[in-house]
């Protein structure tokens, strides 16, 4: 199905007047479940902060009945969900540019979900590797776990979304999007847009303090925001190996640099590459890494202060998103409703 015209926000155009270009329509969703790392800003944040141009329509969720499958205390979700909102717009989310919701308060995500399970087949829930791994990582197999790619599907087709970008780990459950509905399609007519994954590919891997991938399972995180202290100390415990302070050192494999560079440009990070070659010494590098990382959170840092100062705003943006989202996605609904005989 073609994507029908813009029905929010849009790129207002002549007199006023909201017209449809052949622009993408692009959803992203981030789970609230935990404080942000590094590994998350430069591998989420920053590439989805990014895409929000004239040219595309960018829709930006906190999936926190998503969430729900593994945060299981309310005051803790509750925070969560908060702090969700903080870090995107502290990180520059520009709410006036583009929508930005939580799931739960549009439930048309899960009577949607609801309908989609109806045709979707078991054993492509059962090939879903996340499921897999999130079991023996010792989450609980709850049905709703099971179900999470139908739940994501919900949430990429009421949007009529074409795009979804997303990391490597997330590739599968667009895939069982896209199997979901082009079965819906088949067996009730043309109702849904089959959305492409696109996956940040040029977002390699951030290494965490150990060198393994940064993730807050493995304990190995620098934070984006918080205690300053903390991040300070992650920095510095960084993983080196036993080259000594002048001997000449191989930025490749440095964690140390690997972080650094993502703050850099090209020219900066090979200049830096430079001198590691010629013996910067780990615990200088280190010191480098710090300020520069303090440096550039900063400004985000004051804002989220700030920010954190003014409820109603927050309140604000999430009720205005919250609205606009179900503008459309009510629209989506009656489609669906029509096609499968609820109406
Ligand atoms: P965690 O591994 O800490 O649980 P999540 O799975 O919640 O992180 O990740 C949320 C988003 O951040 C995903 O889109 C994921 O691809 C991205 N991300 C997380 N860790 C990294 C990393 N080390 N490098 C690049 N991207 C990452
Ligand atoms: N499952 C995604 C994650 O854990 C979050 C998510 C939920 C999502 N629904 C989505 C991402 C829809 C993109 C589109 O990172």
């Not at 079965?183 to 009730?188: H, P, Q």
């Not at 010629?278 to 202060?305: H, I, Q, W």
């Amino acid at each position: 199905m073609a994507a029908p015209p813009s029905s929010f926000g849009g790129r207002v155009g002549d007199g006023g007047v909201t017209r449809y270009t052949p622009a993408m329509r692009v959803l992203s969703g981030i789970q609230p479940s935990g404080q942000l790392h590094l590994g998350n800003y430069f591998g989420s944040i920053r590439p989805n902060l990014e895409s929000v141009g004239d040219k595309n329509e960018s829709i930006f969720f906190i999936a926190d009945l998503h969430a729900l499958t593994t945060v299981q205390d309310p005051k803790e979700l509750r925070e969560f969900r908060r702090e969700a909102l903080l870090d995107y717009l502290a990180c520059g989310f520009d709410p006036d540019k583009a929508l930005i919701f939580f799931q739960s308060d549009v439930p048309e995500h899960a009577e949607l979900m609801w309908i989609l399970s109806t045709v979707t087949p078991v054993g492509l829930l059962e090939r879903a590797v996340s499921y897999k791994e999130k079991v023996e990582k010792g989450i609980s197999a709850s049905a709703g776990l099971f179900a999470y790619p139908v739940l994501m599907a919900a949430d990429i087709l009421l949007y009529d979304s074409e795009r979804v970008p997303v990391g490597k780990d997330q590739k599968q459950h667009v895939e069982i999007t896209r199997d979901i509905a082009m079965k819906f399609n088949n067996l009730y007519g043309d109702t849904f847009v089959i959305p492409e994954p696109v996956i940040r590919a040029e977002v390699a891997v951030v290494p965490g303090t150990d060198g393994q991938k940064m993730s807050k399972s493995y304990g190995n995180t620098i934070p984006l925001f918080g205690d300053e202290a903390k991040a300070k100390k992650a920095i510095m415990g960084i993983a080196t190996d036993s080259k000594g302070a002048q001997d000449p050192k191989d930025p490749k494999t440095s964690p140390i640099f690997q972080i650094h560079a993502l703050f850099l440009s090209k020219t900066g990070a090979e200049e830096l590459a430079g001198e590691y070659r010629a013996g910067l010494s780990y615990g200088d590098a280190k010191k480098r890494l710090l300020e520069t990382y303090l440096e550039v959170f900063a400004p985000m840092r004051k804002k989220r202060e700030e920010l954190a100062k003014k409820p109603k705003f927050l309140e604000d943006v999430a009720a205005e998103g919250a609205a606009k989202a179900r503008a459309v996605a009510g629209k989506t609904m009656d489609r669906v409703r029509k096609a499968v005989g609820l109406r």
